[in-house]
């Protein structure tokens, strides 16, 4: 057996161990060949060894909460397990931390965080967030709370980003105890702006504030930990993300928070599983945690997806895949920022520390062409648009929007308008390799050298993407759900004839 914790190996062998990274897909010329997937921040694909371990807790599925016949108990086994593996990774003492699963994603655990903080404090009615955060981190504290501020970021125009310590001060300062709690992202997920975590744990909490982490886009890219020990008063009161931003897809949300907020908390969700006895015209909730919270049936397989993934990451340490990251970062950057017609937003890697998210224009290119070229000719997957982050996108795109006369804020506007009011995205993940970034490059600089061609073999379609005029891919070259079912039924057939 070889010994896998901390084996230098580990990282390249898991590097190499994703479902479906080489896909093979056509391209317009008629060839065809393996994607480059540079989507990572919309979601991830599945590490093999996580979902080699879920499929073996398949020989033994049965739901938790029983101890009785072996299948349920492996099952309430495992499934504390993979709690375990979430606290484990953020470092947090289960002595004063709890982690719970909810819902597909981080979205779950917000609106849920958002209804039970606001509930707890009523008399505090102002909650601040930042201008980088994604709609999940901003329209569950719109909804329950009195008030919510938005804190301006760092910079201006195509550089704007990353949080401002002096403006967060100044803000915290003029709503004090007013202030219930401050919600902001780890690292963005339009520019991968990273966000000193435990010094803003220490601004709130001069206030008595709580601070409600967003760390979906962060998780995966850099090591997260629920306190800094070296300073006071530093610790993250609660932290959200999603399993399928960090190599398991299908795995719930996480939510890691402490035990003593919980505890003093109604759930927002009720069900079997979190109560210890009802009655008619009463019920009686548990006081164990995480239970109370993880209201019916749980995504178990998931759930243990998830755990192993989060075991593999801390066998090989999130340190060194931050320094691998950082290393392709600066790669992509120092090329794009020298071709003249691209432009970049939010700050410089050695200004402004970010993950591997970086959202760029071609100039004279819409963000929907662009996406769509990269496809189709050069097998590039990015994602296009405004990525749940309007507010910030039309922030970094202001130069450019008024130099074409749009209203960066115009509400509803025609689909010319949001061809243009957006960017595409290309999202590195722990499987990105240097070819990769360089294939990225080079398609940049073959799209720009034939302009006036990809102009005129595209129309619009919708209000945010373009479609090839001429080509259309064969049938069976993207994932069609009953082709697939027809040969697993097959296979079945086959077994039987
Ligand atoms: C920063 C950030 N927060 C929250 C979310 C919401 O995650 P989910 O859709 O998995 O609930 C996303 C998803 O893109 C994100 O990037």
Known sequence: MINTMSNPNLLQAIQNSFIGRDTEYPLVDGSSGPRRYLDSAATTLMMQPAFDVARSFLDHYASTHSDLHYAAKGASQAYEWAHERVLAFVGADPAEYCAYFTG?????????????LSAKRPERDVVLISEMEHHSNDLPHRKHNGETVHVPLMGEGPGYGGIDLE???????KYGKRINYLAVTGASNVTGALTPIHEMA??????????????????AHAPVAMADKTMDDADIDVLVFSGHKIYAP???????????????MTPAELGGGMVDDVYLDKYIP????????EAGTPNIVGAITLGAVLDVLLRIGMDKIREKEIYLINLAWEKLSAISEVNLYGAAPDVMPRTGTI?????GFDHGLTAAALNDYHNIQVRNGCFCAHPYVRELLKPELWALDIDPDAPNSEADVERKRGMARASLGIYTTEADILALVEAIVDLIS?????LSLYEPEGS???RHREYVPAAGAIFNPETALEAALNMQLNCVA
Do not use: C, W
């Open 167 to 173: 403006v967060v001060t100044e803000i915290v300062r």
């Open 104 to 116: 597909s994603g981080a979205t779950a655990g917000f609106n849920r965080i958002a209804a039970e």
């Open 464 to 466: 945010n993407g373009y």
């Open 202 to 219: 220490q601004l709130v909490h001069s206030v008595g504030a709580y601070l409600v982490i967003d760390a979906s886009q962060m998780i």
């Open 286 to 293: 548990s006081s164990a945690l995480p239970d109370r919270e």
């Open 250 to 264: 299908g795995s719930p949300g996480a939510v890691i928070a402490k035990s003593s907020l919980l505890a003093s």
């Open 450 to 454: 034939r302009k006036e061609e990809i």
């Open 359 to 363: 959202s760029f224009n071609i100039q």
